[in-house]
């Protein structure tokens, strides 16, 4: 479980996979940050992004993510225009037929999934508003990392899709 889920976890008292104003003020005067009534509100409006007036998991982790490098940025931007065979801007099952094999798949390979199957999952990783096709934007939101591991992912993404 990675260090921002655990503290999303530990700060959710109610455990109802929401923050409350309330739940973020006390969980973040026990790490030492202390904040009045009206900062916490605040902040709260500010990452809030469904007007829901409570931070989900997801509003969470996109507040804590830090900011995307341009070398991040850059990288990110060439795996999927190499996904997007089509060069419309998005990444459909169809794109997926050109540039990934998914007949060596396990699942495959057992009987258990169809190479349709196996897109399909794939896709679905990165479709966050599961509408059957991948934007640049779902596409790099998938692809949050920490700054400690900037390099490693450039130079792991570089190799992996032979950018």
Not at 2 to 26: G, H, I, P, V, Y
Not at 41 to 70: K, Y
Request: glycine share 6%; charged share 25%; hydrophobic share 40%.
């Amino acid at each position: 479980m990675s260090l921002s889920l655990r503290l999303f976890c530990r700060l959710d008292q109610d455990r109802s996979r929401c923050l409350d104003a309330r739940e973020l003020q006390k969980g973040l005067a026990q790490l030492g940050l202390v904040l009045t009534e009206a900062e916490v509100e605040a902040v709260c409006r500010h990452w809030d992004q469904d007007g829901s007036e409570r931070l989900d998991l997801e509003e969470f982790l996109q507040a804590l993510r830090p900011a995307m490098s341009q070398a991040r940025k850059a990288v990110i931007a060439a795996a999927f225009a190499k996904l997007d065979c089509s060069g419309d801007g998005v990444v459909t099952v169809d794109d997926l037929h050109g540039v990934y094999i998914g007949c060596f798949h396990p699942k495959v390979q057992s009987g258990e999934w169809t190479e349709e199957e196996v897109l399909r999952h794939f896709l679905d990783n990165f479709d966050s508003s599961e509408d059957g096709q991948v934007t640049l934007a779902e596409f790099q939101d998938y692809s949050g990392v920490s700054p400690w591991t900037q390099m490693k992912f450039v130079a792991m993404m570089t190799s992996a899709w032979q950018l």
